[in-house]
């Protein structure tokens, strides 16, 4: 069975669908048998595809996130998926409201696999608008997120 890993923002159209999307994408290539998805704690835009800046943002760095649809978190979440990563303290907050009584899943910061020096929060660029550096931070928190199931294996 493979480890089920669930990225959440506020709108699930541009921070949790890029993080699945790059996340995806690497851990394919580190050879990591995983079950990834993403969701947003607003149901703002549900079934839409990823915003068009992202979209194009992605591209540019080799990632494509077109097949991808929005869709609502729920307290299902809880015990659908094995870790839950919340790409800003709000969404953590958001997402540990609707944690079902005696529910122990993980939930954690995106930047938590970062070196922390940058951030705590992976900015939201559907209102700062820097769509690169939201997905710059997406491929370092993956990347340390990869780096750290690689050395649980060993």
């Not at 851990?27 to 835009?45: C, N, Q, R, V």
């Not at 709000?90 to 020096?117: C, E, H, W």
């Not at 608008?129 to 750290?148: C, P, T, Y």
């Amino acid at each position: 069975m493979s480890t089920r890993i669930l990225f959440v923002c506020l709108g699930n159209i541009c921070r949790s669908p890029a993080a699945e999307g790059v996340f995806r994408s690497l851990s394919d290539k580190a050879g990591l048998e995983l079950t990834i998805d993403s969701a947003g704690t607003a149901g703002y835009h549900i079934g839409k595809a990823p915003y068009g800046p992202m979209q194009v943002a992605a591209v540019a760095r080799g990632y494509d996130l077109s097949d991808l649809r929005a869709r609502q978190f729920t307290a299902a979440d809880f015990t659908d998926y094995d870790l839950l990563i919340g790409m800003d303290v709000d969404n953590i907050a958001d997402m540990k409201i609707l944690r079902p009584n005696g529910n122990t899943t993980p939930v954690r910061l995106f930047t938590d696999y970062t070196d922390g020096s940058k951030t705590s929060d992976i900015p939201d660029p559907y209102y700062t608008r820097d769509f690169a550096g939201a997905l710059q931070l997406v491929e370092e928190a993956s990347a340390g997120l990869i780096a750290q199931m690689l050395d649980k294996k060993m």
